[in-house]
């Protein structure tokens, strides 16, 4: 699977857009590029996934750039709750999805 | 949807003994499990892929006679720490893909369970 680089950390206003960067340049044709967040001591939650179309769910956006080699997710109104590590994964296949390599992701923290 | 329940969250054990940690999917069937761990301020670390109605598979360096992983049925997997040391003390996460049919579902995680030996 393609290997990502995310920002170590990122700050955002509370109420504003968050908007997280990703780069997987080494991406395939048909790999997927997962978003998932941990809040301190918790499990990761899955937040949104998508091939090539720009995704939306009641969590947040995902927009993948025309050549696939970066995609924004976008938190479109940040809350206090939102702080947390925020991985961006690409896989192929459902067998290896459990060794998706999760690396250090962005620290986002919401100020008030 | 895609629930994956955990438990325990948290558990305290003294060196020696051993601690059963078990990961069940609430309203999904999963073929698929897998168990992690992580150090503090440290990313996620897979063990081992879980197959219901089969051995486990571990990752290169993680002993197989000390993390006992068991998937007798299609919602439930377990993760038996044997003879833990105080070096075992970690946060253990599974996880959980959806039923055969989509390639693409993504991973759903428990909430993790706390484990510290004295």
């Known amino acids: 699977d393609a290997k990502t680089t995310q920002p170590p950390s990122m700050d955002c206003a509370e109420g504003r857009a968050a908007n997280l960067p990703c780069n997987h340049s080494?991406?395939?044709?048909?790999?997927?590029v997962y978003w998932y967040r941990q809040i301190h001591s918790q499990g990761p939650q899955y937040i949104i996934h998508g091939l090539k179309n720009n995704e939306t769910n009641e969590m947040a956006s995902l927009i993948i750039t025309e050549d696939r080699k970066s995609s924004t997710l976008i938190l479109p109104h940040a809350t206090l709750r939102d702080t947390a590590v925020y991985y961006c994964i690409v896989r192929v296949s459902r067998t290896n999805a459990g060794k998706s390599t999760f690396g250090d992701g962005t620290t986002l923290t919401v100020k008030p | 949807g895609a629930v994956v329940s955990q438990h325990p969250s948290w558990v305290i054990c003294k060196s020696g003994t051993s601690v059963k940690i078990e990961c069940r999917s609430l309203?999904?069937?999963?073929?698929?499990m897998f168990w992690y761990r992580q150090f503090p301020k440290q990313s996620l670390m897979l063990m081992a892929t879980s197959n219901e109605g089969s051995k486990a598979t571990y990752e290169q360096g993680v002993e197989k006679d000390k993390f006992l992983i068991n998937h007798a049925s299609l919602t439930l997997s377990t993760l038996t720490v044997t003879s833990a040391h105080p070096e075992d003390s970690s946060f253990y996460i599974c996880?959980?893909?959806?039923?055969?049919?989509?390639?693409?579902?993504?991973?759903?995680f428990g909430n993790g369970t706390r484990l510290t030996v004295t």
């Open positions: 309203d999904f069937q999963a073929t698929t």
């Open positions: 996880s959980a893909l959806t039923g055969p049919v989509a390639y693409n579902s993504p991973l759903h």
């Open positions: 080494t991406i395939s044709g048909n790999e997927y």
